[in-house]
């Protein structure tokens, strides 16, 4: 309930405030409106390089498809595993 009040305070002297300082709120926002408009661009750029930096590294990325030799000796070796450990529980019951 608070906070609701207080919003309501502040959206009247905001609305007091730019009526009565109309010029220099003009004045105000025709400064703020070009640096928001670098800023926002300058990120912009930012954000697209990185993106074009990550297509980048994808293409230069080695394909990990080409190796299913190693695919098969490793799921070979899992099974190998599990198997012994099926037999180390035997023993142990």
């Given at each position: 309930?608070?906070?609701?009040?207080?919003?309501?305070?502040?959206?009247?002297?905001?609305?007091i405030?730019?009526?009565?300082w109309?010029?220099?709120?003009?004045?105000?926002?025709?400064?703020?409106?070009?640096?928001?408009l670098?800023?926002?661009?300058?990120?912009?750029?930012?954000?697209?390089?990185?993106?074009l930096?990550?297509?980048w590294?994808?293409?230069?990325?080695?394909?990990?498809?080409?190796?299913?030799?190693?695919?098969?000796?490793?799921?070979?070796?899992?099974?190998?595993?599990?198997?012994?450990i099926?037999?180390?529980?035997?023993?142990?019951?």
């Amino acid at each position: 309930m608070k906070t609701l009040i207080g919003g309501a305070v502040a959206a009247v002297l905001g609305l007091i405030g730019i009526t009565a300082w109309w010029k220099p709120f003009l004045q105000l926002l025709a400064g703020a409106i070009p640096v928001i408009l670098l800023l926002g661009g300058a990120l912009a750029i930012y954000l697209g390089f990185d993106e074009l930096k990550d297509t980048w590294k994808k293409d230069d990325a080695p394909d990990l498809t080409s190796g299913s030799d190693d695919t098969e000796q490793y799921k070979q070796e899992v099974d190998d595993l599990k198997k012994e450990i099926e037999t180390l529980k035997a023993e142990k019951s």
